[in-house]
Nanobody
């Protein structure tokens, strides 16, 4: 049974930083396409960052230069570090495992979703 469990969310002031974690069980994050998505009220779900099997990362334009996706194979955990947070970054963030042929920031070909974690950025 696969589980993806996010942690590290919360409330932060604009300009601050957060590191989200996604602990995986029953699924090897080190050899698979993994990503972070977010969904804010009134907006469509958005892919934030993707890391491919070979370690290539892709980011949505709105977080480029501010975000870093990474993984710790020994801990089987995926991370998303976001710096210089803005109120527009406020959303529920989801960890996702994607099919290797769909390793992009769109939300198609997702195999497994985490339960989501809230990030609120205040101005």
């Amino acid at each position: 049974q696969v589980s993806l469990v996010e942690s590290g969310g919360g409330s932060v002031q604009a300009g601050g930083s957060l590191r989200l974690s996604c602990a995986a069980a029953g699924y090897n994050v080190g050899v698979n396409c993994m990503g972070w998505f977010r969904h804010a009220p009134g907006k469509e779900r958005e892919g934030v960052a993707i890391i491919s099997r070979n370690g290539t990362s892709t980011y949505v334009n709105s977080v480029k230069g501010r975000a870093t996706i990474s993984r710790d194979n020994a801990k089987n955990t995926l991370y998303l570090q976001i710096n210089s947070l803005k109120p527009d970054d406020s959303a529920t963030y989801y960890c996702a495992a994607k099919q290797p042929w769909g390793c992009t920031t769109d939300d198609s070909f997702v195999r497994f979703w985490g339960q989501g974690i809230q990030v609120t950025v205040s101005s």
